[in-house]
């Protein structure tokens, strides 16, 4: 009962406090990286933000959709001719070795949560769409050990990583090992504090994707390439630490579409999503994104 308690207190937490920071914390000195302007040389990317899926409408909310919106969701696009796309594509168009589609979009899953692996998942498979989930390190340790599984609050465990890792529509990558467990704290995700020095900063944000990166490889055979930004917090030096650990791709919570660009790899870091809340019918969300 124990666990149960502070299970469900640490979901509220990281789903609430989560998104609402992620939509406000974008530090000045980043803004000329993340401008509005579209290269209309550039392919019009829209990046769909889930987080938590639900059996039951009456668990729905800002950030837990249910299961048949969810699949209403993704029969939309099918039906509309949108194929989703993944990281290694990309990756593939931007270094000039792919093409995109005519219509692409991305689907995203933030925190790990165990209903991915239950509900998300066979359906994904039966419309043959692609989508990232970005798992966070400790709690995957942490269910891993607990013989408590619920889905209204569980997170993934390690093999059930390795299997989704396996499945060639799915893609595990990174939300950090430990860095989404600081709401109490000063420090906002992986945001570089005021005041804080760089050599600080740099060891901290490091030590945390050195665990992961290990933990990754050690328990899923994953090696990530993309990185959510918890709370979609980062800061003028996060860049130059997310390549130096190989992430190619950043994604942030900001609400905007991107414009992806042959030849220039930094219009893959800090992507902007749409975060998708219960309550609304999938033309009325998609209908503003996708015009």
């Known amino acids: 009962m124990v666990i149960r308690l502070n299970i469900k207190f640490l979901i509220m937490t990281l789903t609430v406090m989560g998104v609402i920071i992620c939509s406000l914390f974008v530090l000045p000195e980043e803004l000329s990286t993340v401008s509005g302007t579209v290269n209309t040389e550039g392919v019009r990317l829209p990046v769909i933000m889930y987080h938590h ?7 729905a909310g800002a950030y837990t959709l249910t299961q048949e919106q969810f699949r209403l969701d993704m029969e939309y ?13 990309l990756t593939d168009y931007v270094e000039g070795k792919g093409d995109l589609p005519l219509k692409p979009v991305m689907i995203t899953f933030d925190d790990g949560f165990e209903s991915f692996y239950v509900i998300a998942k066979p359906i994904l498979e039966q419309l043959d769409l692609k989508a990232a989930v970005f798992v966070i390190g400790y709690l995957a340790d942490e269910y891993t050990q607990l013989n408590d599984h619920n889905i209204n ?15 060639p529509l799915i893609e595990v990558q990174c939300h950090t090992y430990n860095m989404h467990n600081n709401v109490k ?16 900063y740099e060891k901290i944000i490091t030590d945390d994707l050195r665990t992961m990166k290990r933990k990754l490889a050690e328990n899923a055979g994953v090696a990530c390439e993309a990185i959510a930004y918890p709370y979609g917090a980062y800061s003028k030096a996060t860049a130059k630490i997310m390549k130096s650990f190989g992430y190619k791709l950043t994604f942030t919570c900001e609400e905007r579409i991107n414009n992806i660009i042959k030849g220039d790899s930094d219009c893959l870091f800090n992507l902007g999503r749409y975060n998708r809340p219960s309550g609304k019918s999938s033309e009325e969300f998609f209908g503003k994104i996708l015009k």
Do not use: C, F, H, P
């Not at 696009?77 to 594509?89: F, I, P, Q």
């Open 53 to 59: 899926l639900t059996q039951s409408s009456e668990r």
């Open 77 to 89: 696009l099918k039906e509309r001719g949108y194929e989703a796309v993944d990281t290694t594509m």
């Open 153 to 167: 609050y569980s997170y993934l465990t390690w093999d059930e990583i390795r299997e989704l890792d396996e499945s």
């Open 185 to 200: 704290g000063k420090r906002k995700g992986i945001a570089q504090l005021k005041g804080e020095s760089v050599q600080n």
